[in-house]
């Protein structure tokens, strides 16, 4: 019994001592949220850029993005810091962005939010085709070492993913629903439809797409919009309008203000579906179908 006794007694000071190391930790040879960041890289694509959005309809799309890691239940790819913080610095450099630029992003977070567990990482790159946002990730929830940069002044490689193929050892996979598609049945790559989502506010939980394994095929436009401009939606009422960042076509003049919303709510769909249409958006086949659906919601 006085082993037995010792021995505990030798643990409990054991795990004092581990955790006040843990505590003393040099958190400069760790990732901080200040190394996080946003970036233009030059690729081979023909992207609708650039794109002109508001920080909450960039927050509403976010929000949409959900991942599954080891079967387990779906969870939010970007916690809401990540999603604030993200939404802010992709503004400026979305609205900057040339049709040869993808936009990456690394964010962090610390995993069940205790202050003295390394960060872990975010990254991917984003890209507006086809009036959808394409979200494509290298890195879900991985650790990166800042050791390794302090010591040799290199910092290891951040993986953005890539168009060709999925990362080899990614942690997690993208989940359809929430107004999110996979994309070429790819774990790590699925796209939003920008309008019908920024028609709602973000549900707050996972709901999967209807017809469980959706998925769609990335074709780029031949011909895509110089800016793709969705106007701001109400806080109150979710209802964005999506227009060109130029006057349209019929228009002599620049229009000096923007139209009075319409009184209900299915002329405001209305209203929206007849500019993408007039955008070059959507295609007339598209209008008609969506244009239906509204009408038979009255």
């Not at 003393?24 to 040879?29: E, G, I, L, N, R």
């Not at 799309?61 to 604030?84: A, C, S």
């Not at 895509?224 to 227009?243: D, H, I, N």
Request: aromatic share 8%; charged share 20%.
């Amino acid at each position: 019994m006085q082993y037995t006794f010792s021995t505990r007694v030798a643990g409990i000071l054991a795990c004092v001592f581990l955790a006040g190391k843990a505590m003393a930790v040099d958190t400069t040879k760790m990732w901080s949220e200040s190394d996080d960041y946003v970036q233009l890289e030059a690729v081979n694509a023909d992207n609708a850029h650039p794109v002109v959005f508001s920080t909450e309809q960039l927050s509403n799309l976010l929000q949409r993005i959900y991942k599954r890691v080891d079967g387990k239940t779906p969870q939010p790819y970007f916690n809401e810091d990540e999603v604030k913080r993200l939404s802010e610095a992709l503004l400026p450099v979305f609205s900057k962005s040339a049709r040869g630029d993808d936009v990456q992003f690394v964010t962090s977070y610390r995993p069940g939010g205790m202050f003295f567990i390394p960060r872990v990482l975010n990254a991917g790159r984003l890209f507006v085709e086809n009036g959808k946002l394409n979200v494509l990730v290298g890195m879900c929830g991985d650790s990166l070492d800042m050791a390794y940069y302090h010591v040799t002044g290199i910092k290891r490689a951040v993986n953005h993913g890539s168009r060709i193929k999925p990362s080899a050892k990614l942690g997690c996979s993208l989940l359809s629903g929430n107004g999110a598609v996979s994309v070429n049945n790819r774990p790590d790559w699925i796209s939003i439809d920008i309008a019908a989502a920024l028609a709602s506010a973000p549900e707050k939980t996972y709901q999967p797409t209807p017809g469980a394994e959706a998925s769609t095929t990335f074709q780029p436009a031949a011909s895509a919009p110089t800016t793709f401009q969705p106007a701001a939606a109400p806080k109150s009422k979710p209802s964005p309008t999506v227009q060109q960042a130029t006057p349209p076509v019929q228009q002599t003049a620049p229009q000096p203000a923007s139209p009075a919303l319409p009184t209900t709510k299915a002329e405001e769909r209305l209203t929206v579906l007849k500019r993408l249409k007039e955008s070059g958006l959507i295609s007339d086949a598209e209008y008609e179908q969506k244009r239906t659906a509204v009408l038979k919601e009255l």
